[in-house]
């Protein structure tokens, strides 16, 4: 009897440990954002950086993108999550070149109050969105209407979401996984 157990009981087990693992769907994960569910693929859109260069879906491919779009009044809250886009960027070190960082505006009026505090983000890329052509899509793709920081992979398809309140030092330690796992961007 003992013998039948020993060859019956590890199928027991990964059986239970399967049925728990799909009731849950997020038993044994590690990441602190949240997952995009189904991951969308960007749709081609074309917008203008601050240097006047043309900005669309192709940009994205190759490089892991931190998008925040600003709401229309860009309080504290939304100073702190650009501040921590670039934290993150610099704190990433030599992986650093691998991920880019993208603000959005839906209004020119926008981007110019900010442009004083904007100065010391050099690097950061810079698109008025009027028609809400990215916008809408990343829109979508939120898990709520709270502003958050979105990632999107070097393939352009928007991955996760990071909201408005969380810690950098996760989000940094979910980008520090994808760039180590990832064998593109």
């Known amino acids: 009897m003992s013998v039948v157990a020993l060859f019956i009981l590890p ?3 990964a ?5 728990q693992t799909v009731k849950t769907e997020v038993w044994g994960t590690s990441n602190k954002g949240l997952l995009v569910r189904p991951v969308r693929a960007l749709s081609d859109f074309t917008l203008f950086d601050q240097t006047g260069e043309q900005y669309n879906a192709k940009r994205f491919l190759g490089h892991w993108t931190l998008v925040f779009i600003s709401p229309e009044y860009c309080d504290e ?3 702190k999550n650009i501040y921590h886009m670039r934290q993150i960027w610099i704190s990433l070190g030599k992986d650093a070149n691998r991920l880019q960082r993208l603000l959005v505006f839906t209004t020119i009026e926008q981007k ?3 442009m004083d505090f ?5 690097q950061t890329l810079l698109v008025v969105d009027e028609n809400e052509q990215l916008v809408g899509q990343i829109e979508t793709a ?6 958050a920081i979105m990632l999107i992979d070097p393939l352009g398809y928007i991955m996760m979401s990071f909201p408005q309140a ?3 030092q996760d989000i940094l ?5 994808l760039l180590k796992i990832s064998q593109i961007g």
């Open 11 to 13: 199928f027991v087990i």
């Open 15 to 19: 059986s239970w440990f399967y049925k």
């Open 77 to 79: 809250p939304c100073k």
């Open 112 to 114: 110019q109050q900010l």
């Open 118 to 122: 904007l100065k010391a983000y050099p």
């Open 142 to 147: 939120r898990s709520s209407d709270e502003p």
């Open 166 to 168: 969380m810690d950098p």
């Open 173 to 177: 330690k979910d980008l520090r996984k």
